[in-house]
């Protein structure tokens, strides 16, 4: 389950709203039974779902859904049926199809990189938190709904060591001779290095990372490169990061990689829902 406090779900609506609908209100509309049926138009993933039946709750309505967030849609098929007075649908049903289509998409094209990563090796799909400001919840939940893992949800996660860090420390050679008694200290924390060259992730791999997050390595390289850090540390796990894609997935998981960490799912066309009123 992931968490979708209500007050998020009333910020939402709130958003649109604000303190009544104008336009159900100046025709007569807002006391008369409807319908409304949320499409898929083509092939995806469901996601959001459960953040578009608390929208429509919370305006008023009664809602079924028919297919919960991480289920693979057909065109034509059924996400959600809300029922109630219209002033009521049209209060919530904008911002839900807008939650469902996003969400949707984010999900669609997670599924895609997962499938292509699956079909070669273990590895998992490691979403970052390099999403649009302000769509954290909704945008993780998407990911995880198409089958992929958070990397990192923030900055209270795990330790993760950028050269942002390392180069105030003597870079990586500094890193290195600290590494130890951070890992000590903070016992129950991952530590995670990324590093950009095969020195410096040996050294890191020695030194007792965790993680090895290898930065814009080529594929091609990678193979020989995760072979040598397993080597000198067989429990460490080994990430690349920086232009994974769904084009380019299934090369990199092919090369013994425990995960690809992508930002790809997060950008891209949103899933087209049709809200089909009855």
Known sequence: MFLFPASFVESLLEEDLHLYDLTSLALGLEDQPGQVRA???????AAGVEVARELFRLAGAEVEVKSPSGASLEPGQEILIARGPVGRLHAAYKIAQNVLEYAGGIATRTRQIVDRVKAVSEAEVLVTRKHFPGTKRLSLA??????AQVHRTGLSD????????YQYLGGIEGLAKILPAVKKKYTERTIAVEVSSL???SLAAQSGADIIQLEKFPAAELKTVVARLKELNPLVKVVAA??????NAADYAATGLDGLVTTWPFFGRPQDVKMAFQ
């Open 199 to 201: 020195e410096a992730a």
């Open 158 to 165: 795990s330790i993760l060591i950028f050269d942002q860090h």
């Open 142 to 147: 998407a990911a995880l709904a198409g089958g």
């Open 39 to 45: 499409v898929a138009r083509g092939q995806g993933v």
């Open 242 to 247: 920086g232009g994974v894609n769904a084009d």
